[in-house]
């Protein structure tokens, strides 16, 4: 008689890593590679006074290793559905004064490479941008989340026939109270998604079953080491970038104020000796703002130069 097997010990189960953020890019676009039917639901519900699309196919699953530290690199979701129509999907975090220009050249980007050489423009499917943008674009339209541009005559309002572009713009900061009477509302539970997946109490009121499905796979997603790091990575290099366009931005306005003071001064004083000029460059910008205030009044170069207090 074979002896009798050993009795399994219970092991503790492996304590879950922390949940990463579904706003960062890199956990968003890892998100719906792996389930592209949430992404078909997600199109749907920012579209759904549009048809329904059936189906999706993501065209740049790929996620290159240089991609997640590059400053520049938008990791976007490309998808075209079975009539031939093309998204692009991507979540946006660092408000930019660019956005509605870059916004439409990715679109006519996308547009000018869906027709192979010899291809009649009849054959031309729409291309729809879908932009989540985890920030408000819009502040003095506070009760509006949710923006559908397309191309109409600005007097008649008509939609040109056939338009090839669409670009939608969904303000996440702004969505708590959409669909607040509706908890059925699929574009609400996926915007509670994106702002409040880190939070128990508001996700287990979700009963959209596409955002529970997408708990479940961003706690796979976050339970894997390798992304925990990839979505550390992308968090630093869009900070990086947003440190340098803040410093860009600085510095432009800095050395603008310089060149202004420089023309008034001269205009009012005549030229400027060269050690006043590099006092000029060397001054802070509280310095620019009071030497600006005193030329309003001063009788002499000097004068502009007087401490705070003495003008």
């Known amino acids: 008689m074979p002896p009798p097997a050993a009795a399994s010990v219970p092991t503790a189960a492996q304590p879950h890593r922390p949940l990463l953020d579904p706003c960062n890019d890199f956990v968003f676009k890892t998100l719906f590679v792996q389930k592209p039917a949430l992404l078909l639901d997600l199109v749907n519900a920012v579209r759904r006074h549009m048809p329904p699309v059936e189906d999706i196919e993501i065209l740049n699953p790929a996620i290159p290793p240089e991609a997640i ?60 941008g879908i932009h989540l943008l985890d920030f408000v674009y819009f502040p003095d339209r ?68 596409p955002v529970r499905e997408a708990m479940n796979t961003l706690r796979g997603i976050s339970d894997d080491e390798l992304n925990q790091l990839h979505a550390l990575a992308r968090k630093r290099a869009l900070m990086d970038q947003a440190a340098l366009v803040d410093e860009a931005r600085t510095e432009g306005l800095t050395e603008g104020a310089i060149n202004m003071l ?50």
């Open 142 to 209: 506070p009760g509006k989340a949710c923006w559908r541009y397309i191309l109409r005559d600005d007097e008649l309002g008509d939609v040109l026939p056939d338009s090839p572009l669409e670009l939608n713009l969904v303000e996440l900061p702004k969505g708590d109270g959409l669909g607040e009477n509706d908890r059925n509302d699929s574009l609400a539970a996926w915007i509670t998604f994106f702002k409040h997946a880190r939070e128990p109490d508001i996700m287990s009121q979700i009963e959209s079953s």
């Open 262 to 311: 420089i023309r008034l001064l001269t205009a009012r004083f005549g030229p400027l000796p060269e050690a006043t000029v590099e006092r000029l460059r060397a001054g802070t910008a509280e310095d620019h703002d009071r030497w600006a205030v005193h030329l309003l009044t001063a009788a002499s170069l000097d004068e502009v130069f007087l401490p705070p207090g003495d003008a």
């Open 69 to 128: 530290q590059g400053k520049a690199i938008v990791l976007d979701l490309l998808a075209r559905d079975r009539i031939g129509q093309r998204f692009n999907v991507e979540m946006q975090v660092q408000r930019q004064p660019t956005l509605p220009k870059r916004s439409v050249f990715y679109l006519a980007r996308v547009t000018s490479g869906v027709l192979e050489a010899g291809e009649q423009y009849v054959s031309l499917a729409p291309v729809i």
